[in-house]
């Protein structure tokens, strides 16, 4: 299992992915790949209970690799998000299923 923090911020709600970068600061990229969460689909389930299909993304940028949790396009977020929230993202595998676990933090 791994986790970090994330605040919903425009880019999570109005990119058609809804990304959530996975800081370097807070998750080691190697946990990543040991614990099988570096690609493939993910099932995203969100704090009021409603699950969306997604898949995590791996680029590059000028601050070097990065990954992030998008949707497939066409997914809808749940309304019960708003900007500058505070979350506790989850990532977790059983099994061959993977699993993203968006919880309400203060």
Avoid: A, W
């Avoid at 990229?29 to 099988?36: A, C, N, T």
């Avoid at 396009?73 to 676990?101: A, H, N």
């Amino acid at each position: 299992m791994i986790s970090f923090r994330f605040n919903v911020n425009p880019s999570f709600i109005g990119y058609s992915t809804h990304p959530i970068t996975v800081p370097k600061g807070q998750v080691d990229y190697g946990s990543l790949k040991k614990d099988g969460l570096d690609q493939g689909d993910i099932i995203i389930i969100f704090p009021d209970g409603k699950r969306v299909r997604g898949h995590m993304y791996y680029g590059q940028s000028g601050f070097g690799p990065y990954y992030q949790i998008r949707t497939y396009t066409g997914q809808v977020i749940p309304s019960c998000l708003k900007d500058r929230d505070r979350l506790l993202v989850i990532l977790v595998k059983d099994r061959s299923e993977k699993y993203v676990v968006l919880e309400f933090r203060s």
